[in-house]
C-alpha cells in the first residue's frame, strides 16, 4: 500500500513570496491532515478535513494560510504572503476516518524555509 | 487549552537499559493516545496507541495510562542505538467538529553502545 505523498520535499522562498504544497493521501482514506513542525516542536494541527469538506480549521491562521481538498482526495495548503516565522516542516496526514480511535499515517513533509 | 507535556530529554540509556519515557495531559476529556517515533529529518511514525487504563505491551514496548492522574508513560526494553529518536506523545481530544491530536513536544532518546 503506497503511503501519504507530498510535494516538494523542500521549498526555499523570501518573505512575502506565496508557496503552495501538495498531498496525496493513502487511497481509500477520507480524513486529511495538515500540520506545522517548528523545530524543537510537536506538530500543530493546521486544517483538517473530512472528504473535501473542513471540519476542524481552529487553528489556521486564515489571514495567510488556506487549504483545499476539492475532489476529496489530492489537498493543497497555500501561504500567501509567507512571513520568516512560517519556516518549518508542513506534514500531510491521513486516516480512514476521523473515529477517536483512528491511526493518522504521516507523510514526509515539505521543509520550507523563508528568508 | 489543551496541553500535552513531556520531559524534551536529551535521555541517554545504555544499550539494553529499559528506557522510560513519560507525558501528561491537561483535558480529562482525552480518550486515545499515541506514541510516535521520529528520527531527524524524518516524519513521525506511529509507535502503539492505548485507550484503557493499564498496560499494553508490543514486542519491546510497553504503553502505560493512567487516566485519574493524566499520565501516559512508553517503555523500551532492551534498548537498541536504532531506538536513538525523538518520542512524540500525541492525545486525541474533542475538538471543533471533530476529535483533535494535539502533540507533545517530544523526548529525545539516545541509546549509547
Known amino acids: 500500500e503506497a503511503g501519504v505523498a507530498q510535494s516538494p520535499r523542500y521549498k526555499i522562498i523570501e518573505k512575502r513570496q506565496s508557496v503552495a504544497f501538495w498531498c496525496n493521501p493513502i487511497s481509500g482514506h477520507a480524513t486529511l491532515y495538515w500540520y506545522q513542525q517548528i523545530l524543537g516542536q510537536g506538530p500543530k494541527l493546521l486544517i483538517q478535513f473530512q472528504n473535501n469538506g473542513v471540519v476542524d480549521d481552529s487553528q489556521l491562521p486564515k489571514d495567510r494560510f488556506s487549504a483545499e481538498r476539492l475532489k476529496g482526495v489530492d489537498s493543497t495548503l497555500k501561504i500567501q504572503p509567507a512571513k520568516l516565522e512560517d519556516s518549518a516542516v508542513y506534514l500531510c496526514?491521513?486516516?480512514?476516518?476521523?473515529?477517536?480511535?483512528?491511526?493518522?499515517?504521516f507523510g514526509p513533509g515539505t521543509r520550507l524555509l523563508v528568508l | 487549552q489543551k496541553e500535552v507535556e513531556q520531559n524534551s530529554g536529551p535521555l541517554s540509556v545504555p544499550e539494553g537499559a529499559i528506557a522510560s519515557l513519560n507525558c501528561t495531559y491537561s483535558d480529562r476529556g482525552s480518550q486515545s493516545f499515541f506514541w510516535y517515533r521520529q528520527y531527524s529529518g524524518k516524519s513521525p511514525e506511529l509507535i502503539m496507541f492505548?485507550?484503557?487504563?493499564g498496560d499494553k505491551e508490543d514486542g519491546r514496548f510497553t504503553a502505560q495510562l493512567n487516566k485519574a492522574s493524566q499520565y501516559v508513560s512508553l517503555l523500551i526494553r532492551d534498548s537498541q542505538p536504532s531506538d536513538s529518536a525523538t518520542y512524540l506523545c500525541?492525545?486525541?481530544?474533542?475538538?471543533?467538529?471533530?476529535?483533535?491530536?494535539?502533540f507533545g513536544k517530544g523526548t529525545k532518546l539516545s541509546v549509547i553502545p
Open positions: 492505548i485507550y484503557s487504563n
Open positions: 500525541a492525545v486525541r481530544t474533542p475538538g471543533a467538529g471533530s476529535y483533535q491530536l494535539t
Open positions: 496526514a491521513s486516516s480512514a476516518s476521523r473515529l477517536a480511535g483512528e491511526t493518522q499515517y
